[in-house]
T-cell receptor, first 115, second 115 residues
Framework: AQSVSQHNHHVILSEAASLELGCNYS??????LFWYVQYPGQHLQLLLK??????LVKGIKGFEAEFIKSKFSFNLRKPSVQWSDTAEYFC?????????????FGAGTRLAVHP | NAGVMQNPRHLVRRRGQEARLRCSPM?????VYWYRQLPEEGLKFMVY????????ESGMPKERFSAEFPKEGPSILRIQQVVRGDSAAYFC?????????????FGPGTRLTVL
């Protein structure tokens, strides 16, 4: 069965620090990969997605992620975080089953950015 | 254009009571997905519905849980005789087309607490 693992459950950074959140998935076939963000009290929003093509994907708010097929990884990065990036981040992969795509999520990483 | 609406946002029930969670998809969306997030875990797929049809309920517990998406009105996730282990955040997502996981738009979630 497909699974997604996120290495860090809690990350604390100071403003302007660089961010990298790890995500690994287990699935041998073609995958679509996503990062979602949930700001406090708000709904999940799509940050970025990878379907095919350039493995370096740029998303909203200065985030990017790199798909490394050989490592089954899709790590999220941002060169300089801001206090407003404080949120929970979820990595997800789709499983094509029964004629449609089902999202499989990692456990999430809570990021706290201190001014 | 309103997003996916869920109500109530917070629901408290005593053991043995029923919980009804509502999800109104985005306008023009006829596909609804329910996910559950247990404490310290990622979102887990529960059920996928189209209008008046359950397409995939492979993630639903076999007993006490049911879901519907009637021709008119919101989608309802119903939990009968709740137990403490049902305490979780329940998220609904909607999409306009079948098979497009990248167009799933999420609601703010309902946080169920069972006393």
């Amino acid at each position: 069965a497909q699974s997604v693992s996120q290495h860090n459950h809690h990350v604390i950074l100071s403003e302007a620090a660089s961010l990298e959140l790890g995500c690994n998935y287990s699935y041998g076939g073609t995958v679509n990969l996503f990062w979602y963000v949930q700001y406090p009290g708000q709904h999940l929003q799509l940050l970025l997605k990878y379907f095919s093509g350039d493995p370096l994907v740029k998303g909203i708010k200065g985030f990017e992620a790199e798909f490394i097929k050989s490592k089954f990884s899709f790590n999220l990065r941002k060169p300089s975080v801001q206090w407003s990036d404080t949120a929970e981040y979820f990595c997800a992969v789709t499983s094509f089953s029964g004629g449609y795509n089902k999202l499989i999520f990692g456990a999430g990483t809570r990021l706290a950015v201190h001014p | 254009n309103a997003g996916v609406m869920q109500n109530p946002r917070h629901l408290v029930r005593r053991r043995g009571q029923e919980a009804r969670l509502r999800c109104s998809p985005m306008k023009g969306h006829s596909h609804v997905y329910w996910y559950r997030q247990l404490p310290e875990e990622g979102l887990k797929f529960m059920v996928y519905l189209q209008k008046e049809n359950i397409i995939d309920e492979s993630g639903m517990p076999k007993e006490r849980f049911s879901a519907e998406f009637p021709k008119e009105g919101p989608s309802i996730l119903r939990i009968q005789q709740v137990v403490r282990g049902d305490s979780a955040a329940y998220f609904c997502a909607s999409s306009p087309r079948q098979g497009d996981a990248d167009t799933q738009y999420f609601g703010p979630g309902t946080r169920l607490t069972v006393l």
